[in-house]
């Protein structure tokens, strides 16, 4: 048997990756971690016994204890214990926690020796030449959940050095065809309606404004060390291509599959070995079009301003990704309309004077400020 801990165990990434383990079945659960959502935690701690489990919200996590009163598994409470949680020795540590509240779990994982397998794509965002740099000294394995880098991960075997360039592909999200003024009038349950992927609401807010993919081509410059100008994001409405890459001499190379993320979530569990997962094969003979799309900026800048910040480096993409999470969170509040969220975040990042090699605490530091910032330009403009 082999251990794992799962931080963010109760999100659409956490429950797949217990599905995976269900059907692997060599996997045995050292901690889950969650946000708030005791009534599934208690279920998940009935049925997987873990040695303990951390509550962030203080009160829910005292409601918790008290209904495990009796069971064996421990209950941590607040913020703290996630790197507590990231730090005990596991076999991998399964980063699934939605935000930047990922990023100082994963750092405590990274320096407590432990392989990470990373969904929480802004701990790369916001932390990249941190957490890269860790991860050499420390000598661990980065395994990307995230469907595009694990499909580039897979593609790279044995072509490091022939690499050209990568082509992540975007689904495009629900308003891909939306004319700009059709995008003024979408409510935030368009929004939700994402044509392919179920999951969590910030990524799939973050889909539709196509931040998502500016934040994967972030993450797709610190996973592979590879330039920006040599990222290119194409759009794909089929989500059958999850990436590609281009080699020197003209080749292009694809993954391909289901819209599944229990695939990606087991190569992380199994690799580098393959195991028969239990969802449906791809029918290639019911593909009737494969497309593919350059990414309309105009419309969507949020691509844009991810390689502007991606490119200046420093403070910049941790500031992105704040006042991106900032914007996320007040347009499904209701608060703001879809169209200013990027507004919000061109207008921080317009804002921000940023500290080249950051350390944690100045990382830390700047998100804090970003979504201070963030906050306020939403008060001053609605
Ligand atoms: P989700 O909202 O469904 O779940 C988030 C989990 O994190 C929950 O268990 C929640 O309790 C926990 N959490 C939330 N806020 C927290 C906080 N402040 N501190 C500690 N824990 C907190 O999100 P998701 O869709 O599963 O996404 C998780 C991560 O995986 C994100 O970074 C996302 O970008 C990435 N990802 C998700 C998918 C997908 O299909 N859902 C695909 C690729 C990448
Ligand atoms: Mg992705």
Redesign the pocket.
């Known amino acids: 048997m082999k251990e794992i801990t799962i931080l963010?165990?109760?999100?659409?990434?956490?429950t797949q990756t217990l599905e995976v383990i269900d059907n692997l079945k060599n996997w045995k659960i050292k901690a889950l971690?969650?946000?708030?959502?005791i009534d599934l935690l208690f279920e998940q701690v009935k049925k997987y016994q873990p040695e303990f489990v951390v509550v962030?919200e203080q009160e829910a996590a005292a409601k918790l204890k008290s209904k495990l009163k009796n069971q064996k598994t421990e209950v941590l409470a607040g913020?703290n214990n996630?790197k507590t949680a990231a730090a005990e020795d596991v076999d991998l540590l399964l980063n699934?926690?939605?935000?930047f509240?990922?990023l100082e779990p994963s750092v405590a994982a990274a320096e407590a020796g432990n392989d990470i397998a990373l969904?929480?794509?802004?701990s790369l965002v916001s932390g990249g030449p941190l957490l890269t740099q860790l991860v050499k000294e420390k000598g661990v394995k980065l395994l990307p959940?995230?469907?595009e880098h694990n499909a580039i991960f897979q593609l790279l075997k044995g072509h490091k050095q022939e690499l050209d360039e990568i082509i992540l592909t975007a689904s495009g999200g629900p308003f891909f065809s939306y004319s700009r003024e059709e995008l003024t009038q979408v409510s935030v349950e368009d929004a939700l309606n994402h044509p392919n992927?179920e999951?969590?609401?910030?990524?799939t807010i973050d889909s539709a404004s196509l931040m998502n993919k500016g934040l994967e081509v972030i993450e797709a410059h610190w996973l592979f060390d590879c330039a920006y100008d040599n990222i290119k994001v194409l759009v794909h409405p089929q989500s059958i291509v999850h990436s590609m890459i281009r080699l020197v001499d003209g080749t292009v190379l694809a993954e391909m599959g289901p819209a599944d993320?229990k695939i990606p979530i087991q190569f992380c569990l199994t690799y580098p070995e393959r195991n028969k997962t239990a969802g449906n094969n791809l029918e290639l003979d019911q593909i009737t079009a494969l497309e593919f799309f350059q990414a309309d900026t105009d419309k969507f800048p949020n691509l844009k301003y991810a390689y502007t910040a991606g490119k200046a480096g420093g403070t910049f993409p941790a500031v992105l990704n704040a006042a991106n999470e900032a914007a996320v969170y007040s347009f499904l509040r209701g608060e703001i309309p879809f169209l200013a969220m990027s507004r919000v975040v061109a207008s921080v990042l317009d804002q921000h004077q940023s500290i080249s090699d950051p350390d944690l605490e100045a990382i830390l530091n700047s998100d804090q400020e970003a979504r201070r910032l963030a906050v306020e330009v939403i008060k001053e403009w609605f």
């Open positions: 963010g165990s109760t999100g659409s990434i956490g971690t969650v946000y708030q959502n962030v913020k996630l699934a926690i939605v935000g509240a990922g969904a929480n794509k802004e959940v995230d469907s992927w999951m969590g609401s910030k990524i993320m």
